[in-house]
């Protein structure tokens, strides 16, 4: 009896391993015929360590400065599909993927928001995207972008924060999980077969790589990993301290109410004594820059931020 149990046990571990292999082998042999599919939209640089970052760009012919759009967590360049065309207009603008994300290959010590901000910075010198630099950063990219504007001062004429995350959140921990969780179903196949709608609201083109893309093991693991170094990133953000007298725009989305939101984007505005508070009604954490009536909203403001600059 305990030899049947012990075979028809160790068949199931058999057959579970070579589903597991199986799955593996097939979602591996699906990424690549994707990414041959998907190519980078846009220009994709080789830093000193051999990574690989993937940078957009609109109206590189544009005087300066340089406006860089740093995407919110999980997300990457082609969420900036409706701000990154009409900014770039009238001016120079770049978008890039976080290390491990979108388009970009590779990883180099913790994903902070050091991490991201230095190979930013490398990206930028070997694109030629010169400075002056202005900062947009969303959500997450707030973080990223307050990193990049400290560790850049003489370089960065403005800052702009989108709803951006705030060193005293909580609730990052769960966001760590779930984040986990999802690239763990994602490496097992299970995440694909939830079909996730992606980048609805964004140009159809844009919405399509997003949908591709937002499946990627890379990008799963690599979203996961980035929250996972909440605690670091936030430390690096306080060590950039504040910005003196730099222009600062803060734009918040409708917090409808919620005193703690409302409250921490308001200190936002005051890591500048040039700081500016906009909320802008109706518009949401996520639709700011993905619906196109809320993004136009947002890219007024911006455009006004920038016209303002000296």
Known sequence: MFWRL????????????????VVRLGLAVV?????????????VVELADGRL???????EDNPGPTVILEAAANSFSSFYGWLGPALGDEYRV???????????????????????????????????????YVVVGHSYGGLVARVFAGRNRAETVGLALLDSSHPEQGGWEGHAIFYRWRALLGHTGVYHLANPAGGTGLPPEEAE?????????SQL??????????ASSIEQVRAAGTFGDMPLLVVSADRGGFSDAVAQQEDLARISSAGRLVTLSGVGHM????????????????????????
């Open 209 to 217: 790589r997003v949908r591709v893309v937002s499946i990627w093991t």
């Open 53 to 59: 970052i993937h940078l957009r760009f609109w109206g």
């Open 94 to 132: 770049v978008a890039y993927d976080r290390p491990g994300m979108g388009w970009s290959v590779g990883r180099s010590g913790p994903p902070d928001a050091a991490a991201a901000a230095e190979a930013l910075r490398e990206a930028l010198e070997l694109a030629g995207m010169e400075p002056p």
């Open 287 to 310: 639709t700011m820059v993905t619906e196109p009536e809320q993004a136009a909203l947002v890219e007024t403001e911006l455009k006004d931020f920038l016209r303002s600059l000296p």
């Open 221 to 230: 693991d690599a979203s996961a990993e980035e929250l996972e170094a909440w």
């Open 6 to 21: 012990l075979c028809a046990a160790t068949n199931v571990i058999l057959v579970v391993l070579i589903t597991a292999v």
């Open 31 to 43: 990424e690549q015929l994707q990414r041959q599919s998907h190519p980078p939209p846009g220009q």
